[in-house]
């Protein structure tokens, strides 16, 4: 099934989804800050904690009560604030759930009226707070309730989620010991340990690690089976049955973490275990299986995935080692994420991995490598441009050119002073005629003084796709859309008002959904002169263009007839 999310996909088969929602370049997933209706009841329970990989924003959070991998509609959610909590904030000491919350706040709010012994929280979407890009697959802890308190400073981590389904407390206490740490250590904040920022590196090494191969094996796994998430009855994404399968072959192999996953036969057996879940799954919702991609003994389509796994868990210990209590965080996780990107996108001519590998993994690089993870720990750094980087080359062979290689150019400014602009944003891909014509833009009206950190917006939304020249218009198309919602530049504070990195929650039909805008510099295009801005789409950040970049709001429209007017077909429909 094509992914790519249009403006306004009302019939992704409503049958099997449930759910009407808002889909265009801004939006990411399908969600909202209202809770199911149902029965009155005058129990409450609320849930609060951090998302933690690194600190994850506008991540989905919910009970996932039984325990499938997906929010079901009676379960309840809400979504991490800009610093990865939900419920209270404890930095800013802001309730979240409390009877002042205002309509922005109350998103972040997770509460059930339910009663529970035995849940799961789960954690989806969302961005990555140091890297800004978008967080890949889950996370998850499973909670034991002995009474009916409010839970608070609950921590999910890649360290929760791989013991997430160990139920048995033999099995539990030797996957830890396994693994390197205690039961204690599934509690601790390894960004921020102690309460004085201090990073536990040989627990932030480990949860890095295993987060970072569940998502590579997970990527391999959907891209054969890819209606997992889209059909109702399945999980969003495989990582929870192959957080689950890494897990039970660790106890099961005796095996420790670094030694398996060294270990290509073990990998294969993981990835395979995994797979029958997934072949299961498909079973029981009755689709049709896919052709099963091989095991330990025959791995065919699983062996890439196995190499992929022991090279990226190397560069985790060469970025992040463990007995280093002076790791360049910010840059080395900019770094990581480079090589996670590269291989989730990776394609059957793509050597550029194994380039990238070498020259982390290479002990003659390690001056090199210190200067890409120190320019990567600024603010202006540029993931998607090392992305596409391949390594080698005479724009990679010394400091000064990785600097250059890692920033974005010295003419892109951050955002700041956003409140009080508008900015439109258009896809110059205007498809082709006769019948699969496109016409995609969207212009933003920021509420605010210049000096505001967040604020309300509104926005004019065109998503035609799939057009023909007759003026039939493709399923979900909109000539024009007015939505409301949220802005906030991440990273920022009353203090430093400056970010690369601007948020919006989105709410459209009582839904609410989270996006990320980024500047990626100028291009020119037909001789025309363009800002480019990379925007959220499907969980992958890609370059739209501006003419005009930022200028002065003028009268925002209030209706979809005046936002049809503001953005007039550019194909003549």
């Known amino acids: 099934m094509n992914k790519t999310l249009a403006v306004l996909s009302f019939s992704r088969d409503i049958k099997r989804v449930g759910c009407l929602f808002l889909s265009t370049a801004l939006l990411s997933a399908c969600g909202g800050t209202g809770q199911d209706d149902g029965s009155v009841s005058e129990f409450e329970q609320r849930f609060g904690g951090l998302a933690l990989d690194g600190n994850v924003a506008r991540a989905t959070v919910y009970i996932d009560s039984n325990n499938d991998g997906r929010r079901n509609s009676w379960e309840s959610f809400a979504f991490t604030d800009d610093e990865g909590f939900y419920s209270v904030n404890p930095n800013s000491g802001v309730d979240y759930c409390a009877d002042t919350a205002t309509e922005n706040q109350r998103q972040y709010c997770l509460r059930t009226s339910i009663k529970y012994s035995d849940l799961v929280i789960r954690i989806e979407g969302g961005y990555d707070v140091i890297t ?25 981590t890649p360290l929760t989620t791989l013991v997430t389904d160990v139920t048995d407390s033999s099995d539990r206490n030797f996957l830890l010991q396994s693994v390197g740490i205690s039961e204690s250590d599934l509690d601790v904040n390894y960004l921020n340990a102690n309460g004085n920022g201090e990073v536990n590196t040989r627990l932030l090494n480990t949860a890095l690690k295993v987060h970072k191969v569940v998502t590579v094996m997970s990527d391999r796994l959907t891209d054969t089976y890819n209606e997992i998430g889209d059909e109702l009855g399945t999980p969003s994404d495989a990582s929870s049955v192959v957080y689950s399968q890494l ?53 065919q389509e699983l062996l890439s995935g196995a190499n992929r796994v022991v090279q990226v868990a190397n560069v985790v210990n060469r970025l992040f080692d463990a007995n280093n209590n002076n790791v360049n965080v910010v840059g080395s996780s900019k770094a990581l994420e480079t090589i996670v990107i590269k291989t989730v996108n990776e394609t059957l001519q793509d050597n550029s991995i194994d380039n990238a590998v070498n020259f982390f993994t290479d002990s003659s690089s390690s001056n090199l490598v210190d200067a890409l993870t120190d320019a990567l720990s600024g603010s202006a750094s540029d993931i998607p441009a090392l992305v596409q980087n391949d390594f080698t080359g005479d724009d990679f062979d010394s400091e000064e050119e990785i600097q250059a290689a890692s920033q974005l150019p010295q003419d892109v400014l951050p955002f700041t ?101 980024k500047p990626a510099g100028g291009e020119t295009v037909n001789d025309q002169q363009y800002q480019r801005l ?22 925002a429209p209030t209706s979809d007839a005046e936002c049809q007017a503001r953005l007039p077909s550019r194909i003549g429909l």
């Open 534 to 555: 990379r925007f959220d789409f499907d969980g992958e950040v890609r370059a739209w263009h501006s003419e005009n970049g930022f200028t002065a709001l003028q009268n």
């Open 132 to 156: 800004g890009e978008p967080f890949l697959q889950q996370m998850s802890r499973r909670l034991q309730l002995n009474t009916d308190a409010d839970v608070s400073d609950t921590l999910v």
């Open 417 to 517: 002073e956003i409140g009080g602009l508008q900015v439109k944003i258009s896809d110059l891909d205007l498809g082709y005629a006769p019948s699969d014509l496109q016409d995609r833009e969207v212009e933003f009206y920021f509420s605010g003084e210049p000096d505001d950190i967040s604020g309300r917006f509104s926005a004019c939304v065109k998503y035609i796709d799939g057009a023909s020249v007759d003026g039939t218009l493709g399923k979900g198309n909109t000539r024009g859309e007015l939505i409301s919602g949220f802005w906030s530049l991440l990273g920022t504070s009353d203090n430093n008002i400056e970010s690369y990195s601007l948020l919006f929650t989105v709410n459209f039909l009582e839904t609410t959904y989270q996006a990320i805008m």
């Open 247 to 299: 897990a039970r072959e660790i106890v099961s192999s005796q095996t420790g973490l670094d030694g398996l996953l060294n270990n290509n036969t073990q990998i294969l057996r993981v990835m395979n275990n995994a797979e029958d879940d997934l072949r299961n799954i498909y079973r029981n919702r009755e689709l049709d299986v896919p052709a099963d991609m091989g095991d330990e003994s025959n791995p």
